[in-house]
């Protein structure tokens, strides 16, 4: 843990209001955004610095963030601040129109990329894991995986059901911190959804938050509940408690071959994060403690039996797809040699929408106004009234979502979308419909600013999947066009090794000077999706890339 004295850790909450006490605005809202990625309502550890995703931290450890917090006050309108894996490094003159903080966080030359290496440099207090929106300072608490989960089902909806899952079955397990997101995703876009936990608890926080309609006390009842509401076209959710190593294989057995089926339990990390089949009088926590190799063993022989069981009811007519878990390379070794015979989500559902550059676009009020939030709304509402998607989401959240630490939004925007959705947001703030400056971010998962073989970037249509020049690009591509920061991480999402990404964040204060950053760099930061998948041979990016005027010399566009 960061933090190991004995004084306990500070309760971290952002300055809301339109007063600053840093010299610019871009400088005020890195500091209150590194703040609010630590607030108690928004981080999942505070006290160890940590953001989310296992151990994504905003700053290397306390004194970092101090010194972070100091430096963004003093810093001038010409400067820019590095911050090396979670520390502030250097402060450096550059001009006006620079970003103020360049960050790199967790990234490791290639042959050294793996948890060991990174695991000796953290403890040496050498580095950070920057997971993808934590050590950028932007994350914004759970609805952003709401709205990802939700996409990706409307996405299997658009693809497979005619626009709706309106009277089909989802199978899924994983009630944790992104995968409780599940049954309330697969409800808002129409569906029945049932969710395996083996984790009571987890169940019960769901049912507790709303993210789950009801239990089901066995898979009898589950399939019964289900079968109803399919037949009246009713969304509902139900959750079941067990292991999905006997339920899923149990399906198959009894015949019943739902519509879609995924899986979100914590397979990346086996020793940990998917249990064994075990007898009920076993404790397989003492098992990992005393044999950890059997155990280990026996995690990815259940995870066979599962993904065995995933592809006989695809087989038999299911949706099957992987959701980024690392579930079907865990059961590959544990014997299953065609493990990967169904997709990942983002060539099943999400890949259109990146050759269009559309990927989670968020935004943070710092006044800390709900209103102001609620203004933005309803303004995108009315600046694209023909996106369904959009208005059904915009609609639901601005009713359902409670917010976490600063109030925030988000939303799928493509290219030629968020330019102007950030040219209204700083008129707003101009003209004094929004009460303070709205800070305009994304995730790390977009359309053209990472590399991921297993997840952002399986399946490329030229098989480039592994090149990472685009993240860099992007990086580069944002400090070129005006971003207010920009970071460059390794290892988000999917672990060291495995991924490479990029972050921009921009700040619409009203002023000219933010009117000419945002059209620039919320232009050219979801053109380079466009960019990236043109080149690879997709037909959509490219018909995109003429349509909207993009200049690609070696496609002759
Ligand atoms: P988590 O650890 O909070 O939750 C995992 C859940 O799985 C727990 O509730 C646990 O009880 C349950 N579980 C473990 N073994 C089980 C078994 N055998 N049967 C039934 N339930 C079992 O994790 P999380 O934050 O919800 O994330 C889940 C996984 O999904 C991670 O691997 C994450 O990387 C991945 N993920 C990927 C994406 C993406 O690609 N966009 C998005 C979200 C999550």
Redesign the pocket.
């Known amino acids: 843990p960061a933090h190991v004295d004995s004084t306990p850790a500070p309760v971290i909450r952002a300055p809301r209001g339109s007063t600053r006490t840093a010299k610019g605005w871009i400088q005020e809202a890195a500091k209150r955004m590194l703040m609010n990625n630590l607030d108690p309502e928004v981080a999942e550890h505070p006290e160890d610095l940590i953001v989310y995703g296992g151990r994504g931290k905003a700053a290397r450890d306390w004194p970092s963030f101090h010194k972070i917090v100091e430096v963004l006050d003093r810093l001038e309108n010409d400067q820019t601040l590095l911050v090396q894996s979670g520390k502030p490094v250097a402060v450096l003159n550059t001009h006006t129109l620079a970003p103020r903080v360049l960050i790199a966080n967790s990234n490791l030359v290639p042959h050294w990329a793996n948890w060991e290496t990174f695991d000796k440099l953290d403890q040496a207090g050498l580095m950070m894991y920057g997971q993808m929106t934590a050590g950028s300072w932007i994350y914004i608490g759970t609805q952003g995986?709401l709205q990802?989960t939700y996409e990706t089902f409307a996405g299997a909806a658009a693809k497979h059901f005619g626009g709706t899952l309106e009277g089909t079955v989802t199978v899924t397990?994983?009630?944790?911190?992104?995968?409780?997101a599940q049954p309330l995703a697969v409800k808002l876009a129409g569906g029945v959804c049932i969710c395996?936990?083996?984790?009571p608890s987890?169940i019960q926080k769901r049912l507790d938050t709303r993210y789950l309609d009801t239990v089901a006390a066995n898979l009898d009842e589950a399939l019964a509940l289900a079968a109803s509401a399919k037949a009246e076209g009713r969304a509902l959710s139900i959750g079941l408690l067990g292991?999905?190593?006997d339920l899923v294989p149990e399906l198959v057995r009894r015949n019943f071959t739902p519509d879609l089926i995924t899986d979100?339990?914590?397979?990346?990390d086996p020793m940990w994060?998917?249990?064994p089949k075990a007898d009920a009088d076993e404790d397989v926590n003492e098992l990992r403690r005393s044999q950890p190799d059997l155990y280990l063993s026996r995690a990815r022989q259940?995870m066979a039996g599962h993904v065995r069981a995933i592809i006989e009811l695809q087989r038999r007519g299911a949706v099957a797809f992987d959701?980024?878990?690392?579930l079907r390379e865990q059961a590959r070794l544990g014997g299953v040699e065609d493990a990967f015979s169904y997709p990942g989500?983002v060539p099943a559902f999400i890949r259109d929408s990146f050759c269009e550059g559309r990927g989670p676009f968020r935004w943070v009020a710092l006044s800390g106004d709900p209103a102001d939030i609620y203004a933005t709304d309803k303004a995108l509402l009315e600046l694209f009234p023909h996106d369904k998607r959009l208005q059904s989401w915009l609609t639901y959240a601005a009713d359902q979502i409670a917010f976490q630490g600063l109030p925030a939004r988000i939303c799928w925007l493509g290219y030629r979308e968020r330019d102007l959705a950030a040219k209204l947001f700083n008129e707003m703030v101009a003209d004094g419909r929004l009460s303070a400056p709205i800070v305009i971010g994304r995730d790390h998962?977009d359309a053209g600013s990472v590399a991921s073989p297993y997840?952002e970037t399986e399946a490329m249509l030229d098989g480039s999947d592994a090149v990472s020049d685009w993240p860099l690009l992007n990086f580069a591509t944002g400090v070129a066009s005006g971003a207010g920061w920009m970071s460059f991480h390794h290892g988000g999402?999917v672990g060291m090794g495995y991924s490479q990404h990029s972050g921009l964040v921009a700040v619409a204060d009203g002023s000219e000077e933010a009117a000419w950053r945002l059209s620039r760099c919320l232009t050219n930061d979801p053109a380079m999706g466009v960019i990236r998948h043109a080149d690879a041979g997709y037909e959509l990016a490219r018909d995109v890339a003429r349509e909207r005027g993009l200049d690609l010399p070696s496609l002759g566009i």
């Open positions: 995986i990802g397990a994983g009630l944790g911190g992104m995968g409780g395996i936990d083996i984790d987890r292991n999905a190593a979100q339990t914590s397979a990346h994060g998917y249990l259940a959701y980024g878990n690392n989500f998962l997840r999402g």
